[in-house]
C-alpha cells in the first residue's frame, strides 16, 4: 500500500536510544555526579528558597507589616 517508505538507521542515534534505555544499569556514583547532585539538587533549591522569603521581608518592611514566620 505505501511501498517505497524504506529508512536507514542511524547507528548514532541508535547507540544513544539504547543508552538511555539502559541508563539505571550503567550509572555509577562519583564525585563529579555526587557535585551535581549537591548543586542542582540541593544548593539551588535553597538559594531560591532563601531569596524569595527575604523579598517577603522587604515587602513586609515596606508595608510596615510584622514579618511572617516560614518554615522550610
Sequence with gaps: MGGGMEYNKNKWIEEWGAAR???????????????????????????????IVKEFHLHDDEWKRPRTKFVP
Aim: proline share 3%.
Design 21 to 51: 534505555e539502559n541508563l539505571e544499569h550503567n550509572f555509577r556514583w562519583s564525585r563529579r555526579n555526587l557535585a551535581i547532585v549537591g548543586i542542582f539538587g540541593i544548593a539551588i533549591p535553597v538559594l531560591v528558597y532563601k531569596g
